[in-house]
T-cell receptor, first 111, second 116 residues
Framework: GNSVTQMEGPVTLSEEAFLTINCTYT??????LFWYVQYPGEGLQLLLK?????DKGSNKGFEATYRKETTSFHLEKGSVQVSDSAVYFC??????????FGAGTRLTVKP | GAVVSQHPSWVICKSGTSVKIECRSL??????MFWYRQFPKQSLMLMAT?????????EQGVEKDKFLINHASLTLSTLTVTSAHPEDSSFYIC????????????FGEGSRLTVL
């Protein structure tokens, strides 16, 4: 079946540190891949997405590249800020009607 | 972006009672809404797909008599946990799509249910 495995948290970094949150997937067919972010007290928000192999999604300094050969979609940011503290979810969908999520990774950035 | 609101954000109830959670699309019409459940340190699990004016489609293993879903209008879907038990304690999240097909999903803030 289709599933997503992401790096367990929590992750704690200092401001301006480099961030990587690993995400790998298993899917039949050709999934679209997503990263969602949930800030404290808010709903999930789409952070970025990629719909085919080698696509790179980017937003707010975050990037993730759809790697079909390693079935991965790792999230990276070169310099995190305190305001990036949130829970990050990796997800995949074959047709947007069946979204599969990872367990979520809590990121805390300290000043 | 579009806003989806859930109410209540948290609820505590006694075992055996029923609890209703509302999911509203505040500034758009949602033909399709989705209900998810999240256990601590686990993934969001899709429970059911709710289509306005028709019966919800439940995922395998989800008890439809236990988790009643109603999508009576284009801006409101409700999830009722009937005869709740402590094992139903969880975080329930809804999402809604603008239009049909592959439109972006917008998520509510989630509702935390604790059954005593």
């Amino acid at each position: 079946g289709n599933s997503v495995t992401q790096m367990e948290g929590p992750v704690t970094l200092s401001e301006e540190a480099f961030l990587t949150i690993n995400c790998t997937y298993t899917a039949t067919g050709y999934p679209s891949l997503f990263w969602y972010v949930q800030y404290p007290g808010e709903g999930l928000q789409l952070l970025l997405k990629a719909t085919k192999a080698d696509d790179k999604g980017s937003n707010k300094g975050f990037e993730a590249t759809y790697r079909k050969e390693t079935t991965s979609f790792h999230l990276e940011k070169g310099s995190v800020q305190v305001s990036d503290s949130a829970v990050y979810f990796c997800a995949l969908s074959i047709d947007n009607n069946d979204m599969r999520f990872g367990a979520g990774t809590r990121l805390t950035v300290k000043p | 972006g579009a806003v989806v609101s859930q109410h209540p954000s948290w609820v505590i109830c006694k075992s055996g009672t029923s609890v209703k959670i509302e999911c509203r699309s505040l500034d758009f019409q949602a033909t399709t809404m989705f209900w998810y459940r999240q256990f601590p340190k686990q993934s969001l699990m899709l429970m059911a797909t709710s289509n306005e004016g028709s019966k919800a489609t439940y995922e395998q293993g989800v008890e439809k008599d236990k988790f009643l879903i109603n999508h009576a209008s284009l801006t409101l879907s409700t999830l009722t946990v009937t005869s709740a038990h402590p094992e139903d304690s969880s975080f329930y999240i809804c999402s809604a799509r603008i239009g049909q097909g592959t439109g972006e999903l917008f998520f509510g803030e989630g509702s935390r249910l604790t059954v005593l």
